[in-house]
Nanobody, 115 residues
Framework: VQLVESGGGLVQPGGSLRLSCAAS????????MNWYRQRPGKERELVAA????????NYADSVKGRFTISRDNAKNTVYLQMNSLKPEDTAVYYC?????????WGQGTQVTVSS
């Protein structure tokens, strides 16, 4: 299983970024996918989740209405569209899936929201 995130960077408050996570090594379309983040000095937290076919999504209260998770099963990729970014969204964002009871993580991508 390999998960590779991309799309992070430095953005001003109120700006947008789209993160991507390219998956390989497993039957992507059969598994739910998640985005987590770890803010400085904080524990890793679940930000958004999507079911295998993309029919259901869930969000942390802190990002509801601003972030959108989606997936393209033909491209084995999951996305996180982040709008109206705030300084408190600054974190390393990780792609995650659970397969056969084991957690798999990408290397993370840094998102910094600052003026």
């Amino acid at each position: 299983v390999q998960l590779v995130e991309s799309g992070g960077g430095l953005v001003q408050p109120g700006g947008s970024l789209r993160l991507s996570c390219a998956a390989s090594g497993f039957a992507f379309s059969y598994y739910g996918m998640n985005w987590y983040r770890q803010r400085p000095g904080k524990e890793r937290e679940l930000v958004a989740a999507i079911t295998s076919a993309g029919g259901s999504t869930n969000y942390a209260d802190s990002v509801k209405g601003r972030f959108t998770i989606s997936r393209d099963n033909a491209k084995n990729t999951v996305y996180l569209q982040m709008n109206s970014l705030k300084p408190e969204d600054t974190a390393v964002y990780y792609c995650n899936t659970i397969r056969r009871g084991s957690n798999y993580w990408g290397q993370g991508t840094q998102v910094t929201v600052s003026s």
